[in-house]
């Protein structure tokens, strides 16, 4: 019994299910091979509507004093970020110190 049960259970899990034996075969799982296509992420300004080329972007974070009222972030192109940035201060960066020489 214990030989019928092996092979049983060997035959069942090469027939799983459609998707599974695709899938386990290496092949796409649906059978329209036009419907394959690429997706592509497109970053874009949230003051402008531009799109941000690849490099080429910066992020503007608002915090407000009060806690609660939480913070926001903008998305907007390197120009974006210069023209808004010309208006404030140069903050310095965190961190550790470099050590002495």
Do not use: H, Y
Request: hydrophobic letters at 35%; aromatic letters at 2%; glycine letters at 12%.
């Amino acid at each position: 019994m214990g030989e019928w049960l092996a092979r049983l259970s060997l035959r069942d899990s090469t027939f799983v299910g459609s998707e599974n034996r695709r899938e386990a075969l290496g092949s796409p799982i649906s059978s329209n091979e036009e419907g394959c296509m690429a997706r592509k992420t497109v970053l874009v300004s949230d003051l402008s509507g531009k799109e941000i080329e690849d490099g080429k972007g910066a992020k503007v974070r608002i915090t407000f004093a009060d806690a609660r009222s939480g913070s926001i972030e903008l998305d907007v192109t390197a120009d974006e970020g210069r023209q808004m940035g010309r208006k404030g201060r140069q903050v310095a960066r965190r961190g550790r110190k470099p050590a002495a020489s």
